[in-house]
Structures are given as structure tokens and as C-alpha cells.
């Protein structure tokens, strides 16, 4: 007689270590899953270093069948994004569990009871922890992730849906290839619609300053903030999570794959591109029991020695709502993209955008991008 399903809470050191390893376990076999550094991870998790903790209320589940962890799960309450969204729900995240039904069920009613206990009036996700962290679960184009974005197995939508949980929201990533623009002549005719645009409507377009950029993060985050505070789900950044967002992307941003816009002078927008730090990633392969620095120096190798890079991802983008009818986003995609024409990158990838964001959408149809992977926002209602 199998042995049946019993989900505790996290609470001593061995339950944390556990919790945190399980995704190697999971994901031993798959070679498309990238495994974090495991200071990330450690970072992600720990309440006193992760700045989203001071707004976040949460717990950490395992699922066991006898002595054997066969998922994981946090319920969590979000009160920046209640306060912000005017919403009055909950999240889970760290989803992840075995191609087993009573498991999983298991877990996301864990974690809806969790949420549902303490007032509320939905569970929505996953979420890791915040949409400025992996969001969303990974229901169409199973093929490696790109950097900052999450990846599961197919079979994960299936286990969702029937714990009772629907859709809610869809996001989708578009892939741009710079060969296939070429071919089309997107170059010349985007720089041609860049200087008309350019010319109607006063808008200059700067790389970010290399010798400030705290400063140029805090203009970043000015403009994030505003461009998209009216976003289905979106949640300003404190200033601890912008100085965390500086330290992270430090360890491998490129200036040169940034640019602001402005209007007559006025700040408007901004885009950044980061190199796929994954590809890296993948070689160099971090694990438990592996010292962090032995994996450093093979990502060293894999990405200044004999770099193996050829993709970026767009992540941020943002246009002030008053900039939003003058060019300024069609601007700012030839400035990234010219940028990438002259680069070693082949491949980049556009995203997250929102299901119901049709003028980026319309943007990236123009641009020949084509739409690759979709991540889903699940949702169950009490």
C-alpha cells in the first residue's frame, strides 16, 4: 500500500536544507533546467537579505512520503501589491513536486488554506516572491530559460488545474533574431521611422553613465516606477530592492546594452538589456556541496575565456504614461537593437509582456519578433 502524502512546515535547519535543495533532485535529468547560484538562492530565501521580506508574510512547506521529499511549496501574503493593486489576496511560490497528483494537490491546498486562514480572498501564482523576481508558471515552449525567468516541467499545468486552480493571467516572451531582421531590413527601416520620430518629437536618446550608476539606477527606477505603477500586478520597488536590483545586475550588466530617452530634456524612458548570464550558467552548473568559488572560476572560463554568449534578454523597458503617444518606445527598441546588430549576440528575448499589452505587442509584430513562450498566472477564489 503506498504510502500516503503529508505536508509540514519548514522549521528546523535540516527541513531548510532539504527545502532548499530539492530542485536539484527534481531537475537531475533535465538539460534544460539552469540551475541559481547558490548564494542567489540563499538570498531569495533569507528573511533578513531579501528586501521584499519586509513586506512579505510567508511560510515554506515540503510534502513528504515517509522520509522522502517529494515537493515544496510557500504561501505567502504580499502586502505591497494588496495595498497597491487594491487587492486582498495571497501568493504561493517555490512550486515544485514530482509528477504526482496527491502531492501536489496536497501543497497548493496547504498553501490556499494558509492564505484563506488568515482572511483572504484568493491565492494567486507562483510567484517567487514578487514580479520583480521569476513569476509565473511555464506553459508553452519548454526549451532553456533565459535569465530572471522561471522554467518547470509540462506537467506542472496539469497538477495546477486540477487542484481547482484557473487561469488569471497569461505573459508572454518574444524571441528577435538578428539575422532574420537583417534579412528583412529592419535595421535601415527602423533607423529611418527613429529619425522621423526623433525630429517630430525632441526626443534624445543617451547610453546610461558608467561612472554613476547608482545614480542612472535611481533615474531607472524613477521611471519603472511611473511607466508602469497603472500595470496589471505591478508593485514599486523600495529602495532596498533597487539597491539589491543594482548589486545583482552588477555582476553582469553591460553599459552598453543601456540607453535613456528624454522629451525636450524631460526624462522618459529607458531600456536595458543584460547578457544571458544562463548560458554561463549551465556550463559552470552551481550545485550543493560544490564550493560557490569553483563555480565562479568555471563561469569565468565560460564567459570571458571562452565565452559561450549569444543571447541577451530585454527585461526592463519603460515610458512614462505622458511619453506614451511619442515615439519614444519605437526610439528606444532601434537604440537596443542597433546596439545588438553591432554585437556578438545573435538572440535576444523580449519579455515578460502582458497578454493584454497590445501596443508593445503591436511593437514587437513590427520588429518581426516572433512570440515563444507563454507563463501563466494561476488563481483559485475562496
Known amino acids: 500500500m503506498p504510502v500516503s502524502v503529508e505536508v509540514r512546515q519548514v522549521e528546523s535547519k535540516s527541513d531548510f536544507k532539504t527545502f532548499f535543495e530539492f530542485p536539484w533532485r527534481l531537475y537531475e535529468h533535465d538539460p534544460n533546467w539552469v540551475p541559481p547560484l547558490l548564494s542567489v538562492r540563499k538570498e531569495l530565501l533569507d528573511r533578513e537579505k531579501n528586501p521584499a521580506w519586509e513586506y512579505l508574510e510567508g511560510d515554506h512547506f515540503i510534502a513528504w512520503r515517509g522520509d522522502k521529499a ?196 524631460v526624462p522618459a524612458g529607458f531600456v536595458l538589456a543584460i547578457p544571458d548570464l544562463n548560458q554561463v550558467l549551465l556550463r559552470a552548473y552551481p550545485r550543493p556541496g560544490v564550493p560557490e568559488v569553483v563555480t565562479l572560476v568555471k563561469a569565468v572560463w565560460h564567459w570571458k575565456i571562452r565565452p559561450v554568449m549569444d543571447w541577451v534578454r530585454i527585461p526592463l523597458m519603460g515610458v512614462k504614461q505622458q511619453f506614451r503617444d511619442t515615439g519614444v518606445v519605437a526610439v528606444l527598441f532601434y537604440h537596443i537593437m542597433h546596439r545588438l546588430f553591432d554585437s556578438r549576440y545573435q538572440h535576444a528575448d523580449a519579455g515578460w509582456i502582458l497578454e493584454n499589452n497590445h501596443e508593445l505587442m503591436n511593437i514587437t509584430d513590427a520588429l518581426r519578433a516572433k512570440r515563444y513562450k507563454t507563463h501563466r498566472y494561476y488563481q483559485k477564489d475562496f
Not at 561612472?211 to 542612472?216: A, G, I, P, Q, T
Open 70 to 265: 517529494v515537493g515544496t511549496i510557500t504561501a505567502l501574503i504580499n502586502k505591497r501589491h494588496n495595498e497597491f493593486q487594491n487587492e486582498h489576496i495571497g501568493w504561493f511560490g517555490t512550486f515544485e513536486v514530482y509528477d504526482d497528483q496527491e502531492a501536489a494537490t496536497a501543497l497548493l491546498d496547504t498553501a490556499a488554506e494558509w492564505v484563506r486562514s488568515r482572511g483572504y480572498d484568493a491565492i494567486r501564482g507562483p510567484q517567487s516572491f514578487t514580479t520583480h523576481e521569476e513569476t509565473g508558471l511555464l506553459v508553452e515552449n519548454f526549451s532553456r530559460p533565459v535569465i530572471l525567468m522561471p522554467y518547470n516541467p509540462p506537467y506542472y499545468q496539469h497538477l495546477i488545474e486540477a487542484a481547482g486552480y484557473k487561469k488569471n493571467m497569461d505573459i508572454y516572451s518574444f524571441y528577435i533574431n538578428r539575422e532574420t531582421m537583417r534579412d528583412a531590413g529592419m535595421e535601415d527601416r527602423l533607423k529611418k521611422l527613429t529619425d522621423y520620430l526623433k525630429k517630430r518629437g525632441k526626443i534624445t536618446v543617451r547610453p546610461i553613465n558608467r561612472k554613476n550608476l547608482k545614480r542612472e539606477f535611481t533615474l531607472f527606477k524613477e521611471i519603472y516606477n511611473a511607466a508602469w505603477i497603472q500595470n496589471w500586478g505591478f508593485t514599486p520597488m523600495t529602495e532596498r530592492e533597487l539597491d539589491a536590483l543594482v548589486e545583482s545586475l552588477g555582476q553582469f550588466f553591460d553599459p552598453d546594452l543601456a540607453f535613456f530617452a528624454e522629451v525636450d530634456g
